[in-house]
Nanobody, 119 residues
Framework: QVQLVESGGGLVQPGGSLRLSCAAS????????MGWYRQAPGKQRELVAI???????NYADSVKGRFTIARDSAKSTVYLQLNSLNPEDTAVYYC?????????????WGQGTQVTVSS
């Protein structure tokens, strides 16, 4: 079984920064894409950023220039640096990984971490 554990959320003032981490564990053979999604109250979950196993990245227009996704494949970990935060960034942030394990290839989700931007 594969598990994803997120950390790094919290309360931050507008203009502040946070760094989210998501570490995968279990019978992992390889990981393809790693991504971050978010879901604000009353809204659908949306893609924030994604990084492939080759290092190619893609961002939602709303976070371009403010957020940075990175991965450490040796540690099965993906990071999201959030800068210049504003109240519209308030949401539960989820990581997702496309994992090849001993039982095959599947997508796995983290439990979510709350990011609240407020003064």
């Amino acid at each position: 079984q594969v598990q994803l554990v997120e950390s790094g959320g919290g309360l931050v003032q507008p203009g502040g920064s946070l760094r989210l981490s998501c570490a995968a564990s279990g019978s992992i053979l390889s990981i393809y894409a790693m991504g971050w999604y978010r879901q604000a109250p009353g809204k659908q979950r949306e893609l924030v950023a994604i990084i492939t196993n080759l290092g190619t990245t893609n961002y939602a227009d709303s976070v371009k220039g403010r957020f940075t996704i990175a991965r450490d494949s040796a540690k099965s970990t993906v990071y999201l640096q959030l800068n210049s935060l504003n109240p519209e960034d308030t949401a539960v942030y989820y990581c997702e990984m496309d994992v090849v394990s001993l039982i095959g290839r599947s997508g796995y989700w983290g439990q979510g971490t709350q990011v609240t931007v407020s003064s």
